[in-house]
């Protein structure tokens, strides 16, 4: 019986701790490359890479652990979408809005994001690695040092 339990109990932790399975609604990912709009969707771990989803409402949806790799989101409205752990390598963002967004742990390697709304974003350890940023409220990081002349 002790056995039994801790086989249990490791497959459980296992589970707790690994990257979830795709968890989307496949009738949410056909409506969103459909129309354009899926507001409010579940899109958790969808295979999404490339696609052209320009003006897509995906507001309050849910694209977390999503493939949104090389995907043109231009002007699209993702208000209030969960993208936490997205890969969004090599997104073009222009004129996108990303505010009150969850985008913890996104990669945004070697995207493009022009004149992208993002107030109230959470934006927790992101991966900017050679990413285009103009006129959007993320910047690359750093500590700042005041240069005090003669103190070298």
Do not use: W
């Not at 977390?64 to 969960?82: C, K, P, R």
């Not at 500590?143 to 103190?151: A, C, H, L, N, T």
């Amino acid at each position: 019986m002790k056995r039994l339990f801790l086989v249990l109990a490791a497959i459980t932790a296992t589970l707790a701790i690994a990257r979830p399975a795709n968890g989307e609604n496949p009738d949410h990912v056909r409506q969103l490359l459909e129309t354009g709009a899926c507001q409010g969707c579940n899109l958790v771990g969808a295979e999404l890479a490339g696609a052209h989803l320009i003006g897509a409402d995906l507001r309050d949806a849910n694209l977390s652990y999503a493939n949104l790799a090389h995907v043109n989101l231009e002007g699209a409205d993702l208000t209030g979408a969960n993208l936490a752990g997205a890969d969004m390598t090599e997104a073009f963002l222009t004129n996108a809005v990303l505010n009150d967004a969850r985008l913890d742990r996104v990669d945004f390697t070697a995207a493009k994001m022009y004149d992208t709304l993002v107030m109230g974003a959470s934006m927790e350890d992101l991966t900017l690695t050679d990413a285009e940023i103009f006129n959007t409220g993320i910047s690359v990081g750093g500590s700042y040092e005041e240069f005090v002349p003669g103190e070298e």
